[in-house]
């Protein structure tokens, strides 16, 4: 039964299940329903076959046309009284098929309709019920069974529109659950879709740009630096430096892309501009000096080898974002920056005592301790972070120069 689908699951409509099973429950209502109105209630064959097409076909019309098939289901329902003869064998007013297809049109409207269609048509069927049995003129001598079969009738019909009612409710909601969660695996995909591609940039951005702005600009700058240069070797540089131009270009709108924040102004700023590199993490530590943050370098890089571009910059990046977290939740405390460039590894360490405020929390830093731990990732390296026991914060990052 789970696998019968009484509708579309694309469109929502009533599939072709429904429309067959409807229609043989009224063709087989109205095979019975016309001699059984013929016979036992003296209805002429002629009407009682018209009468039976119109309420049994109100079934399948319910789907398409509810408010035709409760009109229709209703005057069938009243005109059946006034031609029947009141009888002590047959139920009256309500034959056994009669009341089966109302009950089976309140039932498809309360799955196809607004709710208040069923109820509507099932207090209309009992005020039709008792206004037959209180305008019959042998209400006195069959009073009882006419009472018992409308009783019968309302109880039988309310509650299959209850049931009715409730299953429609159900599937609505359960309806609704599934759309919520093809919404929520729609953003859920869309969120990792735009972490990639956070990741992708932060990559590209790291391991390419700073390689290619370092080719552009020796290449533009070798004429000046060699004066002896012939002028097909000048060329060349120059066609070199062109292209690497060219492919800056495109990869910082690649960038601009995958962000989704880039635009043409901020690309052809930064055309030229190479990425930071370790030897100017001083310049950075006197520039938040100067701005009022009472920070201090230890440097110990011994001579001027550089490490990898990729290192470089994560290493430049972490301090950078740690001195903006201190300025950010510790403004004015004391900060100690320390760099180290050991033969496998370049250690970098950012500390900072409580501030006037009072102590920080775990929790600073967010979006930025996140970018931090994942530029070392990228690298290969390890990070650390967290409150100091004196109520200040450190950032420990350890990169490893080979693999």
Same mark, same amino acid.
């Given at each position: ?20 099973? =409807? ?5 087989? =209502?109205?095979? *019975? ?11 002429? =064959? ?28 209703? *005057? ?12 002590? %064998? ?116 790291? @391991? ?8 552009? @600009? ?12 012939? %002028? ?111 033969? @496998?590894? @370049? ?21 930025? =301790? ?34």
């Amino acid at each position: 039964m789970r696998n019968l689908k009484f509708t579309d699951p694309i469109t929502g409509r009533p599939s072709l299940l429904l429309w067959i099973l =409807l229609s043989a429950l009224a063709v087989a =209502l109205c095979a *019975v329903s016309v001699p059984v109105h013929t016979v036992l209630y003296g209805i002429p =064959l002629a009407i009682a076959f018209g009468v039976g097409i119109v309420q049994m076909g109100s079934i399948p019309l319910a789907i398409i046309r509810p408010r035709l098939a409760i009109v229709l289901t209703l *005057v069938s329902t009243l005109v059946l009284p006034e031609l029947s003869r009141s009888s002590v %064998d047959a139920p009256w007013p309500w034959s056994v098929s009669s009341m089966l297809s109302t009950i089976a049109v309140i039932s498809v409207l309360a799955f196809t309709s607004r709710w208040t269609y069923p109820l509507l048509t099932w207090l209309l069927s009992v005020a039709v019920s008792i206004v037959a049995i209180a305008t019959s003129p042998t209400r006195y001598d069959s009073l009882d069974p006419s009472v018992t079969n409308s009783i019968v009738y309302i109880a039988i019909s309310g509650g299959a529109l209850a049931v009715a009612l409730l299953l429609a409710q159900r599937r609505g909601i359960r309806a609704q659950l599934v759309q919520e969660r093809q919404i929520t695996a729609t953003e859920q995909a869309k969120r990792e879709l735009v972490e990639e591609r956070s990741r992708i940039a932060r990559e590209l951005h790291d @391991v390419v740009a700073h390689g290619m702005s370092v080719i552009q @600009v020796q290449a533009t700058s070798a004429k000046y630096r060699l004066p002896d240069m012939s %002028d097909e070797v000048a060329a060349e540089f120059d066609d070199i430096g062109a292209t690497a131009r060219g492919a800056l270009t495109e990869m910082r709108q690649l960038l601009g892309v995958l962000r989704g924040a880039a635009t043409s102004d901020s690309a052809e700023a930064a055309e030229l501009g190479p990425q930071p590199t370790l030897f100017e993490i001083p310049a950075l530590v006197e520039t938040s000096r100067r701005a009022g943050v009472p920070v201090s370098l230890v440097w110990q890089v011994a001579g001027d080898a550089a490490p990898p571009a990729s290192v470089a910059l994560t290493a430049y990046r972490i301090v950078q974002e740690s001195l903006s977290n201190v300025v950010r939740h510790a403004p004015g405390a004391d900060t100690t920056v320390t760099v180290e460039q050991g033969k @496998v590894a @370049v250690m970098v360490t950012v500390e900072n005592r409580a501030s006037q405020s009072g102590p920080v929390t775990d929790d600073r830093g967010g979006h930025g =301790l996140m970018g931090m731990r994942e530029r070392v990732q990228l690298v290969g390296g390890r990070l650390e972070h967290g409150v100091t026991s004196e109520g200040g914060y450190r950032v420990a990052a350890s990169l490893p120069i080979t693999s």
